[in-house]
């Protein structure tokens, strides 16, 4: 409830009316209840346009600190006026006036509170700049035709834009926008897309994946533990296909240093301008590296690109495949010929930052199968998996490293009918079992496609 004063001198007669929520006013007993208003800039013809005789008397006027729809309301009251004030203007005035006409004070206020107001036949309508914004424009409807934005991402961001009439459609099979609005607002819409609808950047992905000796690193000046966003990577452990894995995940710190063996995850970056391909064709003619893949793929900014070297087995199995995984057991398939995928997969996902900079999310996943842990012929898969972020320059290449690949290799030999004669067949067949223990490593290059 607010309490404020009016004060009116006519005629050297004082008339002062108290408000609460219920003005008692003039001389007649005639009585004005409480209303609501906004704030918003005065534009068309003055209210005085319907304004009787009444809104000339002059009055000397005094608001103090009075609700602003109350003090319009009042002086419309009391000049003969039609008024309509909506809900939200709200705020309080002041006046100290003489000798003013409820014509010039009520002006004079609508100015001075950034008020719009129009004339409807013989009733004022009193409100923001906002509500009077498009209340005079036909709306007009234009169709928009997205060539690399998709129309029903774009719909939501488009209706932000719009006036409280205006709406948008999004037709999936054109990819097309059909936007109502009117006509002022249409120009902003048409910016907006504008500055969306473009083409996105695009990131070639050149990725070289290898086997190496340990001192491959060391001669190719590789700078480990550089440039990784959050120095650390999570790496699972054993999945074993037929028996349960009792690994559990491990948390590995990539700080300097060289790469270890196991799953310990090292990134890295190649010094100076280093000529990773001459590198690499000169340690394959030594025999220190052997080169298991160089894939390259195109990707959109911020689009995953899906890389895999590896092998399927095809195993025949009588009943249910289960996959131990660290959180338990999953059925692989029933009974029947299944498929077990070993091998590298990348997942490389390219951000392109400012100062030609490109952050590179990347998942790597090694497998392979363990004959010698075999389970009725199953063998056991060990399966390893990190992840990390790196930023790294448009054009350089960084290094995954630290993941070894073991190899168990067993071969018969044998000479056929004499191998199977007893206790001498021995003498015609050998067997010779070679394990072998090399470090993966993977390199990865962005380059940023101009489109020019």
Known sequence: MHNFVYKILKSSILIIFIITSVLIVSDKGLSY????????TVKGLSPAAVMGPKAEIKYDIQFYQSPLRDSIQFLCWIGGVNVIIPEDVVGTTTVNSRDISVRDALTSIVKANSLEYTIEGDVVRIGSRESFRDSGEDLQSETFRLRFAVATEMQPK???LLSSRGSALSDERTNSLIVREIPSNLGNVRRM????????AQVLIEAKILEATRSFSRDLGIQWGLNSSGNRVNVTGLTGVGAADNGSPLNVNMGAGS?????????????????IDVQISAAERRGDV???SDPSIVTSNGNAAHIRSGDTLLIQSTGDINIGTPGGTQSAGSAGLQQIKTGIELNVTPQISVGDLVKLEIEAVTSQPDFSRAIQG?????DNTATTTVLVKDGETTVIGGLSRFSDTLTKRNVPFFSKIPLLGNLFKSKNRIKGNSELMIFIKPTIVRND
Do not use: F, R
Not at 262 to 273: E, H, K, S, Y
Not at 378 to 382: A, E, F, G
């Open 259 to 275: 790469p270890t063996s196991g799953i310990g995850l090292l990134i890295g970056q190649l010094a100076g301008n280093t000529n």
């Open 193 to 200: 897309i504008a500055d969306v609808d473009i083409k996105d």
């Open 378 to 382: 199953i063998p056991v898969v060990v």
């Open 33 to 40: 209840e409480n209303e609501g208003l906004d704030t918003g």
């Open 158 to 160: 488009i209706e932000k």
């Open 290 to 292: 052997y080169v298991i």
